[in-house]
């Protein structure tokens, strides 16, 4: 663990054993467990619990009330929105142990998730990808995809900085703000090159 280069609210419970990267915030009364491992630049809002063996990329924003349970794993700029709930057991029982049988969630680079979405274990969120909040993601999710409701039913794409994409009748669209252009073909987005 890097206490060094980290800012550490006197609240937060840091166990030994974590790994926390330069530059990472963690905010009042979070939890990081002895075994997760928190990249360079992440930022982690108040009241968090990251659990053994989560593994969070470069520049994660995790904010306030998110549990990161054991399978959860994300990729570098990820969002994580407000009291997004993710799990890691498809059937759990309270007289039941079923340690060792987490089902694993990995989300890509640069997946959005909104404030108050629920990711049912066991699925892949790919890069890019835009959960809208308060979705119940049941199924893996594609890059660039746009998903709201329960459960989460894909309503579109989106560009790598947050756009919806309308594509026209040949498969083209270009993002508002960047001005990259996509290239939609057989349900696959790609980004072209300037």
């Given amino acids: 663990m890097n206490k060094d280069s980290a800012f550490i609210h006197p609240t937060a419970i840091v166990d030994e054993g974590a790994s926390i990267g330069h530059g990472v915030k963690i905010w009042h009364f979070s939890h990081i467990m002895s075994g997760a491992v928190l990249g360079e630049g992440c930022s982690i809002g108040q009241n968090v619990v990251v659990s053994p063996e989560v593994v969070l990329g470069r520049n994660v924003k995790v904010q306030n009330n998110v549990s990161l349970y054991t399978g959860v794993t994300c990729d570098d700029d990820v969002f994580l929105g407000p009291s997004c709930v993710f799990t890691n057991v498809v059937n759990p029982r309270s007289a039941v142990v079923r340690r060792g049988q987490y089902a694993k969630t990995h989300l890509g680079k640069g997946v959005s998730i909104g404030a108050n979405a629920t990711i049912v274990c066991g699925h892949d969120i790919g890069e890019y990808a835009f959960i809208g909040a308060g979705s119940v993601v049941t199924k ?3 890059p660039y995809a746009l998903v709201v409701g329960n459960p989460a039913r894909q309503m579109g794409w989106m560009s ?3 756009h919806r994409l309308e594509f026209n009748e040949k ?8 001005k990259e252009i996509y290239q939609l073909n057989n349900g ?3 980004k072209e090159n300037p």
């Avoid at 498969?171 to 960047?178: F, H, K, L, T, V």
């Fill in 171 to 178: 498969g083209w669209a270009q993002c508002p703000e960047s």
């Fill in 160 to 162: 790598q900085f947050g």
């Fill in 140 to 142: 893996s999710i594609p």
């Fill in 188 to 190: 696959i987005i790609t």
